[in-house]
């Protein structure tokens, strides 16, 4: 999902910063759509994780690589293997590619998506820049040793990264899935559609948010920001919203008013609750904002920023 | 140097806590000495990031696993492949024929020797359990993604793991190496076999010194121990003496005399300062403590280790 915005977002712009796009070369696991762009899209099927697949991926020495590919949360969590030939192995093969190519001048920069699942409880209430990485599932590990490559390969010279610990996306579009955390996006896109949503914790359940738009926007400015004053420490808690279930419900009340509200069906699930009560509730991501990445100010700006993009606006302003 | 003293240990005692040790075997990149002992000892030459090897070790099922094996520190930043495959695939390979053999009660522990190089410059003058993994060689990279690694198979139930932060081990018996920090055990072991040793960084530098014997301690203790209380953090700062250059040459003093201090060298390195300055310089090692977790209590302490372990005692005591 964040990788075709992103695709489409490039395509829109037809430039990075001020350098404009020659060429794109777009790589998954199925076979990715094209956008209409200016630029020359090259369109490709692979696995990652397949040594000669990858090495055909950095003989054209893309100046700039975005790296969004990931076996997710669950899935990782139910195929140990899968998880870490994708998440580990395939980083770590991406990273190699490149650093064959490498003569002292070609250093490419890497915008990896990294994940806030690097933090397990017990954690602070607010989670500051400095915490240490204490994962409590595989994906959230495989992401945090990918980060400690990606730093050293920039530390040596390889290649000039930069991980984002990505916040839930919320709201994202699309039709219910089966991840944990689905449901903050259910409870707001599914009613705002007509549908009944499950809700399956309490509302005092406080998580971490940006909108789909945020995250294209981090991307975009990772991949032109100057790396310098990261030092050595190549990854950065991105910007957020800190926000109850009870308070999405009120967001969602002020746009959809209370029929809105009363397609959210409270159903506990006891599993569900336990995987998301280890979860962040809140950041404090100085370092990131001082470098100037922005997300949405309240779970408001969130809910509009679907409407406005997923519905074409024809959800009424809030009421109150 | 650790592992044939880790050996002997197991040789004397026999045991491992109040369990008779029945079989023993022992796996180096060279044929490794087979010592005098109560049980069977296997000893095997191969290398443990070579998939058929790895897995006829794990066939024996053992209930302990020491894993001491690395390329060191500046040998992993001279050949980047060969210290990732020795120090994170040889580690993931160790742990996933283990994984292969787990049957839900087959869960064996894994007592893995990681480093104080995860943490890297800047960092707190004491650091203390919860400090974030910051390495700045590829060598703390590649321990730090193993401790990740090891911690995320100890959570799923594949091994019953327990990482051991080791402090820069002082003073090392034998000859002269050309690791960066061989110098701190030069200046007391050379002058006190009555030979000249240099010391390439001022007096005021501070780092964390445990002694061999409270190594061997270390790991003796981790074999036992009840991992229960560790949660899913299972990575360990090991206790240890903070001490400067100064007060390591004023024990040489007090142990040697006056012509042992006379055997030390001043000849600044710049390349060797510039890396040191980037090696922790004390920590607050609570947690191992309140593990039971022991090391010497000053400098004099580890001075007399190896007087006592290594020149049998023919050291006069300190003279003040």
Redesign the interface.
């Known amino acids: 999902m964040l990788g075709q915005k992103l695709v489409a977002a490039l395509a829109r712009a037809g430039a990075l910063g001020d350098r404009p796009i020659s060429h794109l070369a777009l790589v998954d696991v199925v076979d990715p759509a094209v956008p209409a762009a200016a630029f020359t899209v090259d369109a490709r099927r692979g696995d990652l994780a397949d040594p000669a697949f990858a090495s055909s991926l950095a003989a054209s020495r893309p100046d700039v690589v975005f790296h969004l590919a990931a076996v997710v949360s669950g899935e990782a969590e139910a195929d140990?293997d899968k998880g870490y030939r994708a998440n580990l192995d395939g980083t770590r093969l991406l990273l190699d590619v490149l650093?064959a190519g490498q003569d002292g001048e070609y250093v490419p920069r890497v915008v990896f998506a990294s994940s806030i699942a690097v933090f397990?409880a017990p954690f602070p209430d607010v989670i500051g820049d400095?915490?240490?990485?204490?994962?409590?599932t595989?994906y959230g590990?495989q992401k945090?040793?990918a980060e400690?490559?990606l730093?050293?390969y920039s530390?040596?010279g390889f290649v000039d990264g930069i991980a984002l610990r990505l916040p839930t996306i919320c709201v994202r579009p699309g039709t219910p899935n089966r991840a944990a955390s689905g449901f903050f996006s259910g409870i707001i896109r599914e009613p705002l559609n007509g549908c009944e949503a499950v809700l399956p914790v309490s509302d005092e359940v406080r998580h971490w948010f940006a909108s789909p738009r945020s995250a294209i926007g981090f991307f975009l400015h990772a991949a032109t920001l100057d790396t310098g004053p990261l030092g050595?420490?190549r990854a950065l808690t991105m910007p957020g919203v800190s926000a109850t279930v009870a308070e999405q419900l009120a967001a969602l009340r002020r746009f959809g008013g209370a029929d809105a509200e009363r397609l959210v069906r409270r159903q506990p699930d006891e599993t569900i609750a336990r995987i998301v009560a280890g979860w962040p509730a809140a950041f404090d991501s100085r370092r990131a904002t001082d470098l100037g990445f922005v997300a949405e100010g309240t779970f408001d700006d969130i809910v509009r920023v679907y409407i406005d993009d997923e519905l074409g606006g024809r959800v009424g302003e809030p009421a109150g």
């Not at 400095?130 to 409590?136: A, M, R, S, V």
């Open positions: 140990v650093r397990g400095d915490e240490q990485l204490t994962p409590l595989s590990t945090a040793m400690l490559l730093a050293d530390r040596r050595h420490r």
